[in-house]
């Protein structure tokens, strides 16, 4: 195959008469040497030359495929190396973090030979500078494992390396998603937990009730909701959403209003917050200051508002 210029692609293709030919011929001429002759260019005393030499190349030889085909079976073969590769490093290479600038890839096997026998190390660069990371791998699993718990916290170069297991990446990155989840689920319990303990009696008597929707409320949100997703096709946008929390958070703000002006009211007359209030106790006939009434807003009238 050549070209619009007429050079050739370094590609040919051989139609054989049968099936078993051409798998024949491919078992036999993949991976041989052929010896080729071509022209080189060169400068000479300042005037171009052009002169004759001979290369070996390996061939490699396979059934025709669509480019697609083709693809397709690379990247499988590549998907079995990794594998192999990934077996292959598992317990046995070492993940170096915080290394120095000046940390070489002879001074990390260095420091840590002293734990067995070492298969490689490496240290990416960019350029000519270091990643400040490297990787250590040993011959037998023992000695990583002792360099791992040995190794981690030594001081090379002046600075304490983090030394840990070497993962392949998709199993950092199921970890890492595992642990995320993890700490969004604990997150979520000890938010639910407060809620729980809210309206509990807390240190000195103290009481902190939880925040709750009357039923006037709850309705209001319910015929807002039904209003604005009826509109928008059973699904509510970000803005009718944002609008949504905003209107549930001023309806909190005073509440929890309310519930600081019933507390105020309660010091004044002498009672612990959060006290269970008996007959007798309190105003006349047992009753429990409230919080004077303000003028609220509907839902609908605050998101409208907003």
Same mark, same amino acid.
């Given at each position: 195959? !050549?070209d619009?210029?007429g050079?050739?692609k370094g590609?040919?293709?051989v139609?054989?008469?049968?099936h078993e030919?051409?798998?024949?011929a491919?078992?036999?001429m993949n991976?041989?040497?052929?010896?080729?002759?071509k022209?080189v260019?060169?400068?000479?005393?300042?005037?171009?030359?052009?002169?004759?030499v001979?290369?070996?190349?390996?061939l490699?030889?396979?059934r025709?495929?669509?480019?697609?085909?083709r693809i397709? &079976?690379?990247?499988t073969?590549?998907?079995?190396?990794r !594998?192999q590769r990934?077996?292959?490093l598992?317990?046995?290479?070492?993940f170096?973090r915080?290394l120095?600038?000046?940390?070489?890839? &002879?001074?990390?096997?260095?420091?840590f030979a002293?734990?067995g026998?070492?298969e490689s190390?490496?240290?990416?660069?960019?350029?000519e500078?270091s990643k400040?990371?490297?990787?250590?791998?040993?011959?037998?699993q023992?000695?990583a494992s002792q360099a791992?718990?040995?190794m981690?916290?030594f001081?090379?170069?002046?600075?304490?390396?983090?030394?840990?297991?070497?993962?392949?990446?998709?199993?950092r990155?199921?970890?890492?998603?595992?642990?995320r989840?993890?700490?969004?689920?604990g997150? $979520?319990g000890?938010q639910?937990?407060?809620?729980a303990?809210m309206?509990?009696?807390g240190?000195?008597?103290r009481m902190?009730?939880?925040?709750? +929707?009357?039923?006037? +409320?709850?309705q209001?949100?319910?015929q807002?909701?039904?209003?604005?997703m009826g509109q928008?096709?059973?699904q509510?946008?970000?803005?009718q959403?944002q609008? +949504?929390?905003?209107?549930? +958070?001023?309806?909190?703000?005073?509440?929890?209003?309310?519930?600081a002006?019933?507390?105020q009211?309660?010091?004044?007359h002498g009672?612990?917050?959060? &006290?269970?209030?008996?007959?007798?106790?309190g105003?006349?006939?047992?009753?429990m200051p409230?919080?004077?009434?303000?003028?609220?807003?509907?839902? $609908?009238d605050?998101?409208?508002k907003?």
């Amino acid at each position: 195959a !050549k070209d619009a210029e007429g050079k050739t692609k370094g590609t040919a293709f051989v139609c054989f008469d049968s099936h078993e030919a051409a798998l024949k011929a491919t078992e036999q001429m993949n991976g041989k040497t052929m010896r080729l002759t071509k022209v080189v260019k060169t400068m000479k005393d300042g005037e171009e030359v052009s002169e004759e030499v001979t290369v070996e190349k390996p061939l490699y030889v396979a059934r025709a495929q669509k480019k697609e085909d083709r693809i397709r &079976q690379l990247e499988t073969q590549r998907a079995e190396q990794r !594998k192999q590769r990934n077996a292959h490093l598992l317990h046995r290479n070492l993940f170096v973090r915080n290394l120095d600038e000046s940390v070489t890839e &002879q001074m990390l096997q260095e420091a840590f030979a002293t734990h067995g026998a070492i298969e490689s190390v490496r240290i990416p660069r960019d350029g000519e500078r270091s990643k400040l990371f490297g990787f250590v791998c040993f011959v037998n699993q023992a000695d990583a494992s002792q360099a791992e718990t040995s190794m981690n916290g030594f001081m090379l170069a002046g600075k304490p390396i983090t030394v840990t297991a070497w993962l392949p990446r998709e199993q950092r990155k199921a970890e890492s998603d595992a642990k995320r989840q993890r700490g969004q689920a604990g997150a $979520a319990g000890a938010q639910n937990a407060y809620m729980a303990n809210m309206g509990r009696a807390g240190p000195r008597g103290r009481m902190q009730p939880p925040f709750m +929707m009357n039923p006037a +409320m709850m309705q209001q949100m319910q015929q807002w909701m039904h209003a604005t997703m009826g509109q928008s096709g059973g699904q509510m946008n970000p803005q009718q959403m944002q609008m +949504m929390q905003y209107a549930m +958070m001023q309806q909190m703000q005073m509440y929890q209003m309310q519930v600081a002006q019933a507390q105020q009211a309660a010091q004044a007359h002498g009672m612990v917050p959060g &006290q269970q209030v008996g007959y007798g106790q309190g105003q006349p006939g047992g009753a429990m200051p409230q919080p004077q009434p303000t003028e609220q807003l509907s839902i $609908a009238d605050q998101l409208t508002k907003a």
